[in-house]
């Protein structure tokens, strides 16, 4: 089996797991940021793959066979092999403690001493191209739209917005996400979004 055979054996075996969470195709793949059709074409390609049907499909929604039961404890297993690698990686991997800032060329970040004191193992790498960052920060809103961002507006008399854009499953990047909306809330003197 190639390394593109067990990626489609990986993703079916997890989207299995969550249509059974969430009891339905349609909301397993708006939760996954997934069409319904696509993610129902999977599921049949993998029954076709494995030769057996994970679901016993009807218009109240699908209900796992005793298969595609066992296919959800083979995915809960993966999980949690794939945690193990990632808490490897986390101590073991110096560079996985480095986080990719990105800051607008017309913008100032002038101090995060305060944010190196409280996390002493996230070293900032303060990047010039924004594609392989875990935040920006900006005054120029995100072009693509699934990107999730909060929108700031500081000032009084003079407006002006800052997108700040994270890598939310990075745990880094939302505690500096935090630390930098913090820091300009207090800046300007704002108490809300």
């Known amino acids: 089996m190639n390394i593109k055979n067990y990626t489609a054996l990986i993703r079916g075996i997890l989207y299995v797991q969550e249509i059974i969470r969430c ?6 793949a708006e939760e996954n940021n997934i069409k319904a059709s696509n993610l129902s074409l999977i599921i049949n390609n993998f029954e076709k793959e494995i030769g057996t049907k994970l679901f016993k499909r009807s218009s109240q929604g699908c209900m796992p066979t005793k298969q595609g039961y066992k296919v959800a404890e083979l995915a809960s ?3 949690e092999q794939v945690q193990k690698i990632s808490n490897w990686h986390e101590n073991i991997c110096p560079k996985n ?3 990719n800032i990105y800051i607008s060329p017309n913008m100032e970040l002038t101090d995060c001493s305060e944010f190196a004191k409280d996390h002493p193992t996230i070293k900032l790498n ?3 191209e924004d ?4 935040v920006k920060i900006s005054n120029i809103p995100p072009t693509n739209p699934l990107e ?3 929108e700031l507006r500081i000032g009084d008399s003079l407006k002006q917005k800052i997108w700040i854009c994270c890598n939310e499953r990075n745990p ?3 505690e500096f996400f935090d630390f930098i909306v ?12």
């Open 148 to 150: 999730k961002y909060t």
């Open 172 to 174: 880094k990047a939302l």
């Open 126 to 128: 303060f990047i010039e």
């Open 23 to 28: 009891k339905s195709i349609n909301k397993a």
């Open 97 to 99: 403690r480095m986080l």
């Open 182 to 193: 913090a820091k300009l809330l207090l800046l300007y003197d704002q108490s809300a979004l």
């Open 77 to 79: 297993e993966l999980k």
């Open 131 to 134: 594609i392989m960052a875990d």
